[in-house]
């Protein structure tokens, strides 16, 4: 064990075994504590994904290239990559209820600022609309970097036995809020819905199919802001927020706290792993629907509809399935295993075009819609689920358990800042891999994890 003053973590050999479930709760009613953050988080993210759906048509609508649409996707990242050490950094030193209620009222100023970009762009020019996007993209992402505050928070009030299952129901909001947002916000961008509140709106609020999802985020924001107001319970943890004697000493720049990581032993190939498969992943972040739309000829709604698909089967996934196999199987080992099925995942989707001409045509009966190729597709989209459930939830218990408990949001922030950068490498880098070769990004992702799963897979033995 590293002094706390030092701002370093635990490097021990078994980070796993280091404390244990038998410390004071740090919360009066746990069980309450931990759904309220859930539910926090939840609200949250629906709030991201309503905006999910408009996102490239609000850009093409000030008349400017698709380049812009990822620019504007990597701002949000970076953003979030630079925040989200200090923000964990903050919450380990004023307290995880005051970092996460700010930033959630910030984040709820920067949506409305998104819904105002038309206006900007019909009164200034699309320079002053693109500035809007991108000035209030930037702070959205930002504020995104509560999730490190979030991850601690949950930390602080479970059991390092129990924290596996518990971090894996905040995988489980992530991806239901991905399930509903984007839902939420196509529904809102409806021409019935936009007419309406054209209505109803003072003549100062845009009503348009972009500002009103936008609207929408904010007040999603603001709700959240409430229900932590009213029922979020600062924990106690080893050593109070705000001690002086154990802040002092700290790095408080983001590179320093990445500089500190990778110094530690315990914590090196966490975030070295967090950056990697975030960028392998973003292979089907970015390309995925643009591959069913060249393989399959498939549209947007029926790209919604394998998305959704995909959200319920990672809430599932990181919400009951992960808990219950870390209870019996180390982590180290799940993150071996879920690599493995990741990679043979992304191996497998760009062969699911294919299947057809394999299997000379053959039929399966019943529907039309009803394919070979799409079974097969369904089939690599739920191994695609389980490995990135079983990778991500892993690797998160891993960080919590490599850390010492006043350094929990510290921790998280680095490795969400890490897999935030790999997610602003990953796109760009991956969209021009798939104008050269259309499997390219799914097969170098798969790739690019072979090496987590036998960094792993040795260290778990």
């Not at 995104?144 to 905040?170: C, E």
């Not at 929408?216 to 107001?229: E, N, R, T």
């Not at 969400?416 to 097969?443: C, I, K």
């Amino acid at each position: 064990m590293t002094h706390p003053e030092s701002g370093a973590v635990s490097t021990g050999d078994d980070p796993e075994a280091d404390g244990g479930p038998d410390r004071s709760p740090a919360v009066a009613n746990p069980r309450r504590a931990l759904a309220v953050v859930i539910g926090v988080v939840f609200i949250d993210l629906v709030g991201f994904g309503i905006v999910i759906p408009i996102l490239p048509f609000y850009v093409r609508s000030f008349g400017v290239s698709d380049a812009f649409i990822g620019l504007l996707a990597a701002s949000y990242s970076l953003a979030q990559f630079l925040a989200a050490p200090t923000l964990g950094r903050l919450s380990d030193r004023i307290g995880r209820r005051p970092v996460l209620l700010a930033s959630l009222a910030t984040a709820g100023v920067a949506w409305v600022t998104f819904g105002y970009a038309g206006a900007a762009g019909a009164r200034f020019g699309p320079v002053a609309a693109l500035a809007v996007l991108f000035a209030s993209r930037t702070l959205a992402g930002a504020m995104g970097g509560n999730i490190a505050a979030a991850q601690a928070y949950v930390a602080d009030i479970t059991p390092r036995d129990r924290r596996a299952g518990a971090l894996g129901l905040v995988g489980a909001s992530f991806a239901l809020g991905f399930v509903f947002g984007p839902a939420i916000g196509g529904l809102l961008a409806a021409d019935a819905v936009v007419a309406r509140a054209d209505a109803l709106l003072p003549a100062f609020v845009p009503a348009t199919a972009y500002s009103i999802p936008s609207f929408a985020a904010a007040g999603m924001s603001l709700l959240a802001v409430l229900v932590g107001f009213a029922f979020l319970e600062e924990p106690t943890r080893t050593r109070p927020a705000g001690d002086a004697e154990g802040s002092r000493g700290r790095r408080t720049t983001a590179i320093g706290q990445f500089r500190d990581a990778l110094a530690s032993a315990s914590l090196r190939p966490l975030t070295v792993a967090y950056f990697v498969v975030a960028v392998a992943f973003a292979g089907v972040q970015v390309m995925f629907i643009p591959y069913v739309a060249d393989a399959f000829g498939y549209d947007a709604t029926a790209a919604a509809f394998l998305l959704t698909y995909v959200g319920v089967l990672g809430a599932i996934n990181q919400g009951v399935l992960v808990g219950r196999l870390s209870r019996v199987v180390p982590s180290r080992t799940l993150v071996a295993v879920g690599s493995v099925v990741l990679g043979v995942a992304l191996a497998a989707i760009p062969a699911t075009g294919l299947v057809d001409r394999v299997a000379g045509g053959v039929a399966l009966g019943g529907p039309g819609w009803l394919t070979l190729p799409l079974v097969a597709l369904l089939a690599a989209l739920a191994a695609l689920s389980l490995g990135n459930a079983l990778v991500n939830v892993s690797l998160a218990t891993l960080v919590s358990a490599s850390a010492d408990d006043a350094d929990q949001g510290a921790a998280f922030g680095v490795t969400q800042g890490a897999s935030s950068l790999g997610r602003t490498v990953g796109p760009p880098l991956m969209a021009v891999l798939y104008t050269v070769a259309v499997a390219s990004p799914f097969l170098i992702g798969a790739l690019l994890l072979a090496p987590v799963a036998i960094a792993f897979a040795r260290s778990a033995d």
